[in-house]
């Protein structure tokens, strides 16, 4: 099936400071990618809709001036953590679907990104 | 509406045992209903999935049944092994045809296969 990277993996960063994560797909052109966060033992919540060469749909309650979400390319999504804080701590990960495959419906995630903030 | 209750949140079968998950929805717009399956620290994987034009769908030792006027489906692990032990997500969304994949998931199941 088709692949979706993250980067980082994990990462831990001190209060207050900006953390950016990737999301690319490897081997298909994704249109549209998704934004969820999953805190331990929990589903997940999406964050945000993003759509290449616009701007992202966040969800309610979802601060967009804390999540910033840029879509620039169709193989890239990149979701920047603004003055994260410990509450911030948490798996942030990401969906993508293929653009030209639109009746296969299927959603390809990534591994994830764990964030964890001191 | 937009809800999808998952249920149970834990299941332990013994190994060679049916496991079955139960999720139900109210929203009537849902066209697509995935079920993934998540290991520790990783991202969820598409098992299965089904749309609501059949009662039911399997592959392999996975099965969903769907009932379209109750508003519910289910997954059904048979055969259960201890490396199907996982957590579960069922999820829905709407709008298939056009592409849309806004998924609302389910709370999970977490399942534990007794060798």
């Known amino acids: 099936g088709a692949v979706v990277s993250q980067h980082p993996s994990w990462v831990i960063c001190k209060s207050g400071t900006s953390v950016k994560i990737e999301c690319r797909s490897l081997d298909f052109q994704a249109t549209t990618m998704f934004w969820y966060r999953q805190f331990p033992k929990q589903s997940l919540m999406l964050m945000a809709t993003s759509n290449e060469g616009s701007k992202a749909t966040y969800e309610q309650g979802v601060e967009k001036d804390k999540f910033l979400i840029n879509h620039a390319s169709l193989t890239l999504s990149t979701l920047t953590v603004t003055s994260a804080h410990p509450e911030d701590s948490s798996f942030y990960i990401c969906s993508a679907r293929d653009g030209l495959a639109r009746a296969t419906g299927e959603l390809f995630f990534g591994e994830g990104s764990r964030l964890t903030v001191l | 509406q937009q809800q999808v209750k998952q249920s149970p949140q834990s299941l332990i079968v013994q190994k060679g045992g049916i496991s079955i998950i139960n999720c139900a929805y109210e929203n009537t717009a849902f066209d697509y209903f995935p079920w993934y399956q998540q290991f520790p620290g990783k991202g969820p994987a598409l098992l299965i999935a089904?749309?609501?034009?059949?009662s039911e769908k399997k592959e392999g030792r996975f099965t969903i049944s769907f009932n379209k006027s109750a508003k519910q489906f289910s997954l059904h692990i048979m055969d259960s092994q201890p490396g199907d032990s996982a957590t579960y997500f069922c999820a829905a969304s709407s709008g298939y045809a056009q592409g849309a994949q806004k998924l609302v998931f389910g709370q999970g199941t977490r399942l534990t296969i007794n060798p």
């Open positions: 089904i749309r609501p034009d059949v």
